[in-house]
Structures are given as structure tokens and as C-alpha cells.
């Protein structure tokens, strides 16, 4: 019969949940660097063995997310907006998603690349799981934004996280064009049908570092007010 | 027996038992911020509320004492019936523990502050009759309600803002905590002691001037500054303890602070809360030794001290459990902003001691969470429990004076 009622004020921090899922997310996205190895290798059980991996990684944030959102009640009071929280929680999610999509493509259609492409891919895989990294980086930072209440030079630090980020998805920009390019040049050679694929693949992974690129700027709303 | 006793010892073992509720109930509220923050052990935090609690209510419950006793009912009114106050006081007695084991039962954020007013004014109203009430008083006393809370969350606000400006937010927190907390340590001492040697003491035959009032509150919040001092050089700054969260050694050096503010909010709670239990036996006691009522006579030191000791034993033997598990669920309240809720609610609460008005400290500590979280402190309140807890009192006011009514008939029934 104790009389706790006062202790039910403190909810659970969002923050540290944040947290938790942007850990298992970042996972999920760096298995692509094995994955790529094994599909550039043409070794399709292993390739599959990863495949598997990125989705188990990727439903686990999925659970996590949707337990995180019941964990936002309407009436929770916190240092920032909860529609912000939530749209945050979701583009980490899309990071998670798209490595799903990329992998699945590509182990559904059992696809190969060209020597061309297999050799700019790798450099390309890893950039883009650095965004991710980086964009983790950033969110490992939401418990000290709380513990200085948004304010003063941790708001520095983040933004200097975030600014690498922009760095990091830039270059990711151009190696993307680069590959296109050599794409380009050797495409009437290659079957049109798997060409099309290339391009959606090329894509795919770019989009990796485009979400993490906008989970840093969805935390730059969260100190602007 | 004669009625006379009778009344003493009726009134003596319900004033101690709503003493041993408070214990065993409220001062979790009080302690449970600390506790949750991993500053204390359960163990020290009992032994830490069991002595600020009760150095609290012997040495700075007069005031709010006084209050309960006196101040509610105008004893002009009753003076041609004495009995009939007795009657009233011992039902507002009974109703409040009654509706605070309902209460606590149901689990229901209820404050034994508003029982007791609620069931004073209850029967005050029903038995002696309207114009026997000081509503002046008691409009003064619903104010502070509205008042403590906001004037604590307005505190803990700039205490918290304070902190980010002049440690958190700096180049290197390590070295401005170590710089800034002392001062905050000294702060909390001499405000607790300036309070106290101000409205306390002069029941156990201690009278100051206010210069020396000044003096010695300096002097023990120089001692307390210079123990916190000593804790703090013997804090180990472990920079492997910051990869994860990079404040953990920051947060060691509030923790200190934290320890100190515990202490101050335990002492504050005494003071305040201790007037609930004694202040209607103080009244019972003391019209039933001269058989008037009489609005001067002083009251006994030995009555204060039934009240902390009533405190301690119920913290002893129930209050450790519930401060365990109120600690249990209050884990996001790192020592930083603890201290500022916890020596915000404090300060409040002192004056209101001070100035003899009975408050809720729970709500004064809510309002003080509120503050730091409107300073953007806190991960997240749950907004909804903090509704009810501030609504409660309009539950809790009506339901404390019907019980009471009903006690004081009961009463009237068997010894009028």
C-alpha cells in the first residue's frame, strides 16, 4: 500500500530509448559492409547468412519502436516537442528499412555486379555506413543535451557532429556520381534488365546516407527552440 | 479515569499514530529523490530523514504547531464550552488517519496537510458554527497552497538554470562544479539555520539577536560548506567513467551537494508536517489540563518531541520500505537536478514553517520538479499524475471534514 504516487511523475526517459534504437539500427545498417563483401565475392550463401542478419536487426528496431511509441503518451511533459521525438524515431527506423530493402533486392534477385562497379562499391558501402555511424554519434549525444537542457556547448558539440555528417553524406554524393558514370559508359554491354537494377541498387545505398544525413537535421530542430 | 485523561491519552495516542503515518508515508516523498538518484543507500537515507526529520520538527515545528492548535478556530467562540473543541480535535485526528489509510490504500496522491485543515474547519463549521472559523487564516493558508508550489517551481527553475550557466554548459564542467557547488552547499546550511534560529529554538530557551541569528547561520553553513568540501576532494575524477555519458564525474560532485539538500528537505518536512500530528493534540492537551481555552498558554517542548519521535518510529518501521520503492521508480533525477528540486522545495517549505503555514511539502516538491522541467532538465513528467496530485486537495479538503463531522458527533455522543 505504499503510497508512490509521486514517484509515478518520473516517466522513463525517451532519450536513452532513442538511444537503444539508434544502437540497433546502426548495427543493422553496418552488416552491409559484409554483405557487399560476400556478394562481390558471388559467395550467395553467405551473402544470405548477412541478408538474414540485417532483417533480424531490423525487425528488433522495428519492436523497439513501436514500444517506444507507447511509451510517449499524449500527456508527457519533456524538453522537447513530442511530434519532433516521434518524426526523429521514425527516420531512424528508415535506416534500418532501407538496408533491408537493398540487401532483400539484391539476395532475391541473386544479383552480381560487373567488375567496374565491384570495384568502386566497396568504398561507396563504407561511406554510407559511416553516415550512419555518424549520425548514432549524434544521437548518443540526446542524454548530455538533456543533462545540459539543450543549452551552452553541448549544442556546439552536436552541431559539429551534425556538420561532419553533412561532410560525410556529401562525399557519399560524389562517389554515387562517379559510379553512375562509369555505369554509364559501360551499360550497352551489360543486359538492360540488370541495369536497371544496378541503378536502383546504386541508389538504394545512397538513400542509407540521405536518412542518416536527415536524422542529424531532425536533431538540429530539436535545438532550435 | 476521569474524562481529563481520558481525552490525554486519547488525544497523546492519536497524535503519535498520525506522527508514525507521516514517517511511514511522507517523508518517502521527501527522501525518495535522493535515493533514486543512487546518492544514498536505503539505509542512509533512513538514518539521514530520521534525524533532519526530527531535529525539524522539535526545533522548527512551533510555528505551523501553533498554527493547527490556535490559529484555525477563534477559541473566543468556544470558551463557554471547552470539551466541544476537544471533541473536534480529536475527530479531525481520527478522520485524517482514516482518509490517509483510505487514501494510501487506494494509493490516491493525498496530503495529510489538506486532511487536517480539511477536518479542523469541517467540524468547526457543523459544531461550533461558521463564525467560529478564522476565515481569514484559512483564506491565508489555501493561498500558500497555491503559492508554495509555484514559488518552489519558480526557485528550482532559476537554481537549474544556474547550474547550466555556471558548471554544465561551461568549457569544463569538472573544474566549475567543484568551484560553484560549495556555494550552493553553504547556501542550503545557512538558509536552513538563518530559518530556524529566526522561528525555532525559543521553546527550548534559546534566544538570539538577529545579528548573532546571522553570525551562527554563517558559521554552520561555513561547517557544513567545509565537510562538503572535504567529500569533494575525495571524489576519484575517473575520465573512463564519462565514454558513455560524458557528466558521470560532473554528476559524483553534485552528488554531494545532493547528500546536503536531503538533509535540508528531511529537516524542512519535520518542520512543516510534524504541526499535523501534534498540532490538534497540542490543543486537546493543553485545554484539558486548565479546563479553558485559552489562546495564550505556550506549549510544552515534550509535544514536539512526541511528534519526532512519532516521525522517526514510523520511518523505522514502515517509511524504509516505501522510501525503497519510491527510489525504485525515480531513476531519470541525476544529483544536478535533484539538488535544485530538493533545495527549492526546502526553502519553501522553512519559510512556510517559519511563517506558521501548514503546506503540503509533496506539492511543493512537484511544483519544484515542474521547475527544472520547464528549464528543459528533465527527460520526461508524466503530466497527468501531476494533475491529480494537485487536484487531489479539492477531493481531499470535503472528505477530511465529513469524517471529522462524523467523528465529532461520535465524540459528543460518548463523553458529551
Known sequence: ?225 | MDHVTIYIILAGALGLFMAWGIGANDVANAMGTAIGSRVLTIKQAVLIAGIFEFTGAFLAGGQVTSTIRKGIIDSTAVSGSPELLIFGMLASLVAAGVWLLIASHNGWPVSTTHTIVGAIVGFAIVGLGADAVKWAEVGNIVASWVVSPVLSGALAFFLFRSVQKLILDTDNPIANAKKYVPVYIFATGFMIALVTLFKGLKHIGLELSNGQSYLVAILVGLIVTACGMYFISRIRIDPSDDRDFHFANVEKIFAVLMVVTACAIAFAHGSNDVANAVGPMAAVISIANEGVVSQESAMPAWILLIGGVGIVLGLAMYGKKVIATVGEKITELTPSRGFACQLAASTTVVIASGTGLPISTTHTLVGAVLGVGFARGIGALNMGVVGNIFMSWIITLPAGAILSIFFFYFFKGIFG
Open chain 1, 1 to 225: 500500500m505504499a503510497s508512490n504516487y509521486f514517484s509515478k511523475i518520473f516517466s522513463r526517459s525517451p532519450f536513452t530509448a532513442m538511444q537503444e534504437h539508434m544502437t540497433i539500427v546502426n548495427e543493422c545498417v553496418h552488416q552491409l559492409t559484409p554483405f557487399f563483401n560476400a556478394v562481390l565475392e558471388r559467395d550467395h550463401v553467405s551473402a544470405r547468412k548477412v541478408y538474414k542478419e540485417i532483417r533480424r536487426l531490423e525487425n528488433k528496431a522495428d519492436t523497439l519502436k513501436k514500444k517506444l511509441r507507447l511509451h510517449m503518451p499524449k500527456g508527457l511533459f519533456m524538453p522537447v516537442a513530442r511530434r519532433d521525438l516521434l518524426e526523429l524515431l521514425l527516420v531512424q527506423d528508415q535506416a534500418a528499412n532501407q538496408a533491408k530493402d537493398v540487401s532483400g533486392l539484391i539476395t532475391g534477385r541473386k544479383m552480381e555486379f560487373p567488375q567496374q562497379l565491384a570495384e568502386l562499391l566497396p568504398r561507396y558501402v563504407e561511406r554510407c555506413v559511416d553516415a550512419c555511424q555518424q549520425a548514432c554519434k549524434v544521437i548518443n549525444e540526446l542524454d548530455e543535451l538533456v543533462e545540459t537542457g539543450f543549452a551552452g556547448r553541448e549544442v556546439e558539440i552536436v552541431a559539429s557532429i551534425i556538420h561532419e555528417l553533412d561532410a560525410i553524406e556529401k562525399d557519399t554524393d560524389k562517389i554515387q556520381i562517379k559510379i553512375r558514370a562509369t555505369l554509364l559508359k559501360t551499360e550497352k554491354n551489360l543486359p538492360p534488365v540488370d541495369v536497371m537494377f544496378y541503378y536502383k541498387v546504386i541508389e538504394g545505398i545512397g538513400e542509407v546516407a540521405d536518412i542518416a544525413q536527415r536524422i542529424g537535421s531532425r536533431v538540429e530542430l530539436l535545438l532550435a527552440k
